[in-house]
């Protein structure tokens, strides 16, 4: 038509094309996420092989536990393993052992470490700063340091071979570390919060219940979290203490397991199996609460 000229059409030369500067930042980027991605993989693989692993052995026959080579998955499963192990050991008793001691210890050490940390946090007084400083310098000591005098204090008093006596010693393994990762975490929340309910006339026991325990709830899961796995994978403390086969917990339990005459690799993986479920349902139960609480408190501390 006359008077509609055509639009021009765009010339090579003003189309966008793709720097070399560009090009070399996707690659660097590109290779960044392959990076991560493939370090990500192995540590998986790392940490959940293992686990696949026992489980998988825990479900083959005598026969094929030790064949060469070995095969990944069975061949005929069965839950073999399973039954010699709750019929013949008393893997039963072990595990509510485990429960009580790795619960009470969690317990208490969320407790007290709550209000110590609290402490340390909000009041002033002198040595405060030191105070926190030899706090974290108790959890330096090895554990083999302190079993000896452990021992000859409980043997004194009448706690070795119970529940009292193995719930404390956990409590002083894991009170340390528990109190300085809930004191970075509460100087993460503004006192200005606290100070807001105070003026609307709560009391200091109201604002910490209402304003303070539900903002740092994930940090004092995240610590409970740390302070049970302690407490359930412990064995030098429960091997000293426990005497009695009754009062036993699962990894000594499973340490008795192994030194059998005869060694039956299928039933030892079943018993590796009943230890790690629970604390591993434990994990994914709260792992939300451990990413926000590492996050939110610990590395601002």
């Known amino acids: 038509m006359i008077g509609q000229a055509a639009a021009p059409a765009p010339s090579p030369a003003s189309a966008p094309a793709s720097s ?42 005598p026969g094929e536990v030790i064949t060469y080579p070995p095969a990944i998955l069975p061949r005929e499963p069965t839950l073999r393993n399973f039954r010699l192990l709750f019929e013949e050991s008393l893997i039963l008793t072990f595990l509510w052992n485990s429960i009580v001691a790795a619960v009470g210890s969690t317990v208490l050490s969320i407790l007290i470490g709550t209000l110590a940390a609290y402490s340390l946090t909000r009041y002033r007084y002198p040595g405060r700063g030191k105070l926190a400083t030899l706090i974290l310098l108790g959890y330096m000591f090895p554990p083999i340091v302190l079993i000896i005098p452990f021992f000859v204090w409980f043997k004194a008093i009448g706690l070795t071979d119970s529940y009292i006596g193995l719930t404390v010693t956990y409590v002083a393994l894991g009170l340390p570390f528990a109190t300085w990762l809930l004191w970075a975490f509460f100087q993460s929340i503004p006192l200005e919060l606290e100070e807001a309910a105070w003026i609307d006339g709560a009391t200091r026991a109201r604002a910490i219940i209402h304003v303070v325990l539900p903002l740092s709830l994930p940090g004092v899961i995240a610590t409970s979290i740390f302070t049970f796995i302690v407490a359930w994978n412990e064995y030098l403390f429960a091997l000293i203490l426990m005497n009695t086969d009754r ?11 192994l030194n059998r005459p005869m060694t039956d690799w299928g039933v030892i993986m079943a018993a590796g199996v009943v230890i790690t479920v629970p604390a591993l349902l434990f994990f994914i139960l709260t792992q939300n609460y451990l990413v926000k609480g590492w996050g939110a408190g610990a590395v601002k501390g």
Do not use: E, H
């Open 20 to 61: 070399p500067w560009l090009t070399g930042a996707r690659a660097r980027k590109l290779g960044y996420q392959v990076m991560i991605y493939t370090g990500a993989a192995l540590l998986t693989g790392y940490c959940v092989v293992p686990l696949v692993w026992m489980l998988l052995t825990s479900l083959k026959p």
């Open 247 to 257: 009062m036993k917990t699962l990894p000594v339990g499973l340490a008795d397991l």
